[in-house]
């Protein structure tokens, strides 16, 4: 097919939507200024030709897949998160048993049980955990680093 013949074909919605993802990475890049991008934006929401669509973006690099992680990727990382917080948790635990051991060898050496000071710590590290993982990753496409933002020790 001609490539001429493509650029005269209508445009869609999602050939505009795609336009305009690309101008905001340009100008999320620092390749366009506000008003550039104010100005193309405003022209691909309202072209109606492929060829009017492909001169907006024509000095703009192509796209990057480099950081975006493949849905597999994401749910094989998803998993190793997961499991690196449960092994966090049982570290909690052990921890847990630890510090109640102290605190019980010296209620029974005192004769009397003491008011549980295990609490404050383990309570700040289930804090921790808790938020862990409820916090938002802030890389949802594993761009943190190779290994998709996730330190396995």
């Known amino acids: 097919m001609d490539a001429r013949l493509d650029l005269a074909m209508r445009a869609s919605d999602q050939d505009r939507d795609a336009t305009l993802a690309r101008l905001a990475a340009g100008y999320a890049e620092g390749r366009l200024d506000r008003g550039e991008y104010d100005e193309r ?11 009017e669509l492909a001169s907006l973006t024509a000095d703009l690099p192509a796209p990057s897949t480099r ?19 449960l092994r966090e948790w049982l570290y909690w635990l052990g921890g847990a048993v630890i510090l109640t051991a ?3 060898t010296r209620s029974v050496l005192k004769g009397e049980p ?13 804090a921790v955990l808790v ?17 998709g933002g996730h330190k396995d020790s």
């Open 41 to 51: 934006a405003t022209r691909a929401a309202t072209a109606t030709l492929l060829g």
């Open 102 to 104: 102290v605190w019980g």
């Open 67 to 85: 950081n975006r992680a493949t849905p597999a990727a994401r749910a094989e990382r998803d998993r190793r998160d997961l499991r690196a917080w």
């Open 131 to 147: 938020a862990i993982a409820i916090w938002p990753r802030g890389d949802e496409d594993g761009a943190d680093d190779a290994d």
């Open 114 to 126: 003491a008011p549980y000071w295990p609490l404050a710590p383990l309570g700040i590290w289930a």
